[in-house]
């Protein structure tokens, strides 16, 4: 039986593992080699763009928990960005271009996979198909949804992403290597302290720099966590100071020193040789970029191999539109997944994918469909995007989606291990009842 999937990111290549080792022959359709987005660099599939990070990989966090909840469904993504995987403290951070080339090797490795480099614009519902065409989904594509979906719920809102900078061109002398509070090795993060005096005129430029126009069709609304840096800055002097410049559990190794704040660059790649400043999503033009983030000590000379760019992130209204499993509500063959469905970050959207594809092969051999329980971060996030809500906004894993314990515990960090280890000890016991491999 053919199956389509629509878009080659993390979601879409995730669905199509999925049906592949079941069997199905599958035609995944990416338009990048034909008509670019405005942020992909490459036609890679699996393409990271906002960061190389897929977050934490600790049990006592949200992210790690949704990680731990993939492995147990055989999520190969995870594995790709394990063989890839740079030095980045508790993160799984990798490098990009191999990430993107292991997924393509399992992908090509079946018979059954068929690529197709075409923009695709109609959406034929006969067949069925997962819709992953994600945040940065075309103008045609995203005519072709509002019309099977209705064009007053079709949605936008921006997402800004953050510079990288070479690593040769980094004064390391003003310049040192250290985590926070010492979590995983020193050479992960590679640390800018600065004075207050330093701080307060960096602050002053950000503030006063002058930013990209957006055309009219361009206005929206910007998800929290992916603000640009500047505007996070206009609310006040303290906001990125503890944010993502905050100076806490981060000393100076060579001299003891502490700071007023920090900038953190994260490595890229193992060998160092670009960096990513963490944090520093931004939609201040090209020129203004080198201008300010220059005054960052160690960076007056910085070499940007990518700047910053705020895009647009289409998502739809989810609990009017899909049920639980990710399928249209209303039509037998259309599921989504990925950011289009309100699920906001990388994982998450690799989670989305392999659901969605567990869903629709249930539909296909007319046994039970999945949906993991709500102690579960992957159970959560399924009802998050089915539930009622006047204001859907997308969400990212986190524990407050969780119901909460049967016991109180006062201890922070043991209470969200005690959140990880409900989850895992749920998800395993409910993957018994199908066929998982």
């Known amino acids: 039986m053919e199956i389509r999937v629509i878009g080659g990111g993390l979601a879409g290549s995730e669905a199509c593992y999925q049906l592949l080792k079941r069997g199905y022959n599958v035609k995944l359709y990416e338009m990048r080699k034909v008509k670019q987005t405005p942020c992909h660099t ?42 890839a995987r740079v030095p980045s403290g508790g993160a799984l951070a990798v490098n990009r271009k191999e990430f993107s080339s292991f997924v393509e090797e399992e992908l090509n490795s079946f018979p059954n996979f068929e690529r197709i480099d075409q923009e695709y614009t109609e959406i034929d519902t006969n067949i069925p198909t997962i819709i992953a065409t994600g945040p940065l989904t075309s103008d045609l594509m995203a005519d072709a949804i509002a019309k099977l979906i209705g064009n007053s719920d079709n949605l936008h809102f921006y997402d800004a992403v953050a510079p990288i900078i070479s690593g040769d061109s980094l004064d390391y002398d003003k310049l040192f290597f250290a985590t926070r509070y010492d979590k995983g090795e020193q050479s992960d993060y590679l640390n800018c302290g600065m004075k207050r005096e330093e701080y307060e005129r960096f602050y002053s430029a950000l503030i006063n720099g002058q930013v990209a126009n957006l055309h009219s069709f361009e206005k929206g609304e910007i998800f929290e966590s992916c603000m640009p840096i500047e505007v996070m800055a206009k609310r006040g002097a303290e906001t990125i100071r503890y944010g993502m410049m905050k100076p806490v559990g981060i000393t100076n190794p060579k001299t003891g020193e502490r700071y007023y704040a920090v900038c953190q660059l994260r490595k890229e790649n193992v060998q160092g040789s670009a960096y990513n400043l963490v944090g520093f999503q931004t939609n201040l033009t090209f020129p203004e970029q080198k201008r300010i983030f220059s005054l960052l000590p160690g960076l007056e000379n910085a070499e940007f191999l990518r700047y910053g760019v705020i895009h647009r992130n289409t998502f739809i209204n989810s609990p009017k539109h899909l049920d639980c499993y990710f399928k249209l509500k209303g039509f037998e063959n259309i599921y989504f997944a990925g950011q289009i469905t309100g699920v906001e970050g990388y994982v998450e959207s690799i989670m989305s994918g392999l659901i969605a594809s567990l869903n629709l092969h249930a539909d296909i051999t007319k046994t039970d469909k999945y949906i993991a329980p709500s102690t579960t971060i992957t159970g959560s996030l399924q009802r998050h995007i089915s539930t009622d809500n006047i204001d859907f906004q997308p969400m990212n894993a986190n524990f407050g989606i969780l119901p909460p314990l049967d016991i109180k515990i006062r201890d922070k960090k043991q209470r969200k291990i005690a959140y990880f280890n409900r989850a895992i000890n749920d998800i395993v016991n409910y993957n018994k009842q199908f066929d998982i491999k």
């Open 42 to 83: 490459t036609t890679n599939l699996s393409e990271l763009v906002c960061s190389n990070s897929l977050k934490s990989m600790e049990n006592s966090t949200a992210s790690g928990t949704l990680k731990a909840e993939l492995k147990s469904l055989d999520c190969l993504l995870l594995r790709c960005a394990e063989k």
